[in-house]
């Protein structure tokens, strides 16, 4: 169980009504950020020495399919029983890039980086970008997807708003870069299939996710 309340956006559901501005202020929001993200993932396309647009083709399918675009708005209750839960349980994301605009004024996010945990802290007006398990496989192990949780406070209201570019559900993901050399260390699979997977495992470890579509 998470100690968090959540709503989630996409282009074509109901959004709330109330206030007034909502719509108007996050469709604006929603789109500068979707720039941002392919912007990064034309930089990942630099690193990794893909040509310009690689990511967002393969997240298209070539074309053929729109790329998911989807905003989490997260709410975080002050929590009695620190002991007994988190705000998110530790995991990564099952898609691309993911663009965090966190609350400056109460923490609670952290990374886990050479098996240990590190605070992510509150910084005014920053986005926090982080990868997704489809990055990962992409760059066959280049960008790792991150491990990350958020911890419940006993006092403050934590709120954050997160957006995922990720492929299509119909999109075909391989490694972009394998040779003699760097052999390909990730399976080539569907999004949606691994997204079935990945609704199941969330929590727990990635690699036996990677396996289960191996075999799909």
């Not at 709330?16 to 604006?28: A, D, L, Q, T, V």
């Not at 967002?56 to 708005?73: A, D, I, L, M, R």
């Amino acid at each position: 169980v998470d100690w968090e309340d959540v709503f989630l956006l996409q282009d074509d559901n109901e959004w709330p009504s109330n206030p007034p501005e909502f719509s108007e202020i996050m469709k604006e929001y929603r789109e500068e950020l979707r720039k941002l993200a392919e912007k990064v993932m034309e930089v990942m396309d630099e690193n990794m020495g893909f040509e310009n647009g690689y990511i967002k083709k393969v997240f298209s399918g070539n074309g053929e399919h729109q790329p998911f675009f989807g905003t989490k708005v997260s709410h975080y209750p002050p929590c009695p029983r620190l002991d007994l839960v988190n705000g998110l349980r530790a995991h990564t994301d099952a898609g691309g890039v993911i663009l965090l605009f966190q609350d400056d004024q109460v923490g609670g996010l952290q990374i886990l980086k050479d098996g240990k945990w590190i605070d992510v802290q509150p910084v005014a007006n920053a986005i926090v970008i982080n990868t997704g398990d489809q990055i990962e496989v992409l760059s066959n192990g280049r960008y790792k997807s991150v491990w990350h949780r958020v911890l419940t406070t006993s006092d403050g209201n934590r709120r954050s708003i997160a957006s995922f570019y990720n492929p299509s559900l119909k999109a075909t993901i391989t490694p972009g870069i394998s040779n003699d050399d760097a052999p390909a260390l990730y399976p080539k699979f569907v999004f949606g299939d691994y997204m079935e997977v990945y609704v199941k495992q969330k929590f727990t470890a990635k690699e036996p996710r990677f396996d289960a579509v191996r075999v799909m």
